[in-house]
């Protein structure tokens, strides 16, 4: 029998040559509970091991010279071509400032993806041929520039996770999230009703879900044009 677990989960592979960098994050709260659930498998693999050369480098200079290192195409495609042998990938995604840009819409599209890689890059750049021969799709986590891919690649894990269906205890928590409507998750309180003379909006309190729903409604209207008026074109 197939159960609904192996239908809905997730499989992540990270490529990195900060393994240690992944612990922390990726052992906390929701990402964690998912793990447990078995909803996600979440693996973290260090790039070092499939160097061939004595010196154990995954980096070497750039042809043409100028300063910085460029990572060798060799390790990252040993390492891939051995995670290929065992399980068929949806996408192959290379962390990158230079990438297509994170949204809401990217997170919902590849939460859809049964196996996935995310390889981090690092120093000044990577073989060209990786990205020409070895990767279906590059995404960056916005126009600024990190000193690697790990972050980024913590936050499209982070972003997909709490997509997989029951990894969020409410089911609809997810779908009432900012920018899931193309909207800004409208403000949220909790009691006391009153503090330091500060009042929670009156309508939340009036027990009456219909008018509750339109005041939320109108708030997340309201916030979007004020910070994001692109999303409400
Ligand atoms: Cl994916 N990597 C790096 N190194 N910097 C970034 C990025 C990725 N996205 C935005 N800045």
Redesign the pocket.
């Known amino acids: 029998m197939v159960s609904w677990k192996s239908i809905l989960a997730m499989r992540i592979d990270i490529i990195t040559c900060l393994p240690e960098l992944f612990e922390g994050p990726m052992n906390q709260s929701i990402v964690k509970r998912a793990q447990k659930k078995g909803l996600v498998e979440l693996y973290i693999h260090d790039l070092r091991p499939f160097t061939s050369n004595k010196q154990k480098s995954i980096d070497d200079y750039a042809y043409g010279g100028g300063a910085g290192m460029v990572m060798m195409i060799e390790p990252i495609d040993r390492c891939i071509s051995a995670l290929k042998k065992h399980t068929d990938y949806d996408e192959i995604i290379f962390?990158?400032?230079d990438?297509e840009k994170l949204n809401q819409s990217t997170c919902n599209q590849l939460s859809l993806n049964k196996n996935i890689i995310l390889l981090?890059?690092?120093y000044k750049g990577i073989d060209q041929r990786v990205r020409d021969h070895l990767i279906t799709r590059e995404?960056?986590?916005?126009?600024?520039?990190?000193?690697?891919?790990e972050?980024?690649?913590m936050i499209v894990a982070d972003s997909l996770i709490r997509l997989i269906p029951g990894v969020l205890n409410d089911e609809s928590s997810a779908l009432t999230d900012s920018f899931q409507d193309d909207l800004l998750a409208p403000p949220v309180y909790t009691r006391p009703a009153i503090y330091n003379g500060w009042k929670v909006p009156k309508i939340l309190l009036s027990g009456n879900k219909a008018v509750i729903n339109d005041w939320r409604h109108e708030a997340a209207v309201k916030k979007t044009k004020e910070r994001r008026p692109h999303l409400l074109n």
């Open positions: 962390m990158t400032p990438g981090c890059g690092h995404i960056s986590i916005g126009d600024y520039v990190l000193s690697g891919g972050l980024a690649a």
